[in-house]
């Protein structure tokens, strides 16, 4: 079969089922099945970041974010990538109001020379200051969220949560050395694993 035969089978297939799931809900943000977002906090920090959503029940949807940095700013390194899956529940229907979030994380970092001069939770911060960190991370965590419908189609969502990532990291004196100073390290951190204020688009 020629390709343009295998594309008009598919839209046979597909279309009569996308022009039904509008009239799979009730009236109201209910009706919306999915989203596509971006989180403009970490859009403000130059880490660019794509969200889609979709529902699964009145009160059940299934979220996944994709988050990148690939590049050094002023000698900061915040190189990282990072896949970041949650199951909602949402109080009163989908796609607005309050919701709990179940989530997990996973990627990978390359982090130099940030200016956090803190020591959090058994997490020493202040080691970003003149070393390279460079390795993996995987972890789950909780969060509470609010949505606020704005338009039709458009929603702004906040949300906060917090968990648990654990690391395994090769280390380096400085943001260029290539000297190891440790190797294949662990780390557990326990803290926040998610703040978001998205902007939502809904379909």
């Known amino acids: ?56 029940a009145p009160k059940w ?22 896949l970041q899956p949650e199951a909602r529940y949402w109080l009163c229907q989908r796609f607005a109001g309050h919701f709990f979030g179940l989530h997990a994380i996973g990627g990978q970092f390359n982090l130099a020379h940030l200016g956090i001069g803190i020591d959090f939770l058994g997490s020493n911060f202040k080691n970003l200051l003149n070393r390279r960190y460079q390795g993996w991370g995987a972890g789950a965590g909780i969060a509470y969220g609010y949505a606020w419908p704005v338009a039709k189609h458009w929603n702004v969502e906040a949300e906060i949560g917090v968990g648990w990532i654990y690391t395994r990291f090769d280390s380096y004196p400085c943001a260029d050395c290539g000297r190891r100073i440790d190797s294949n390290r662990s780390h557990n951190y326990f803290g926040p694993t998610k703040a978001a204020v998205n902007l939502v688009y809904l379909f």
Do not use: C
């Open 61 to 82: 949807t299934l979220e996944a974010t994709y988050q990148i940095n690939a590049w050094s700013v002023s000698g900061h390194n915040w190189k990282h990538w990072f």
């Open 1 to 56: 079969m020629h390709v343009h035969g295998i594309l008009r089978t598919l839209a046979r297939l597909v279309l009569p089922a996308l022009l039904l799931i509008p009239m799979a809900s009730p009236t109201g943000a209910s009706a919306q099945n999915a989203a596509f977002k971006t989180n403009l906090l970490t859009d403000a920090l130059l880490s660019p970041n794509i969200g889609a959503e979709i529902g699964l």
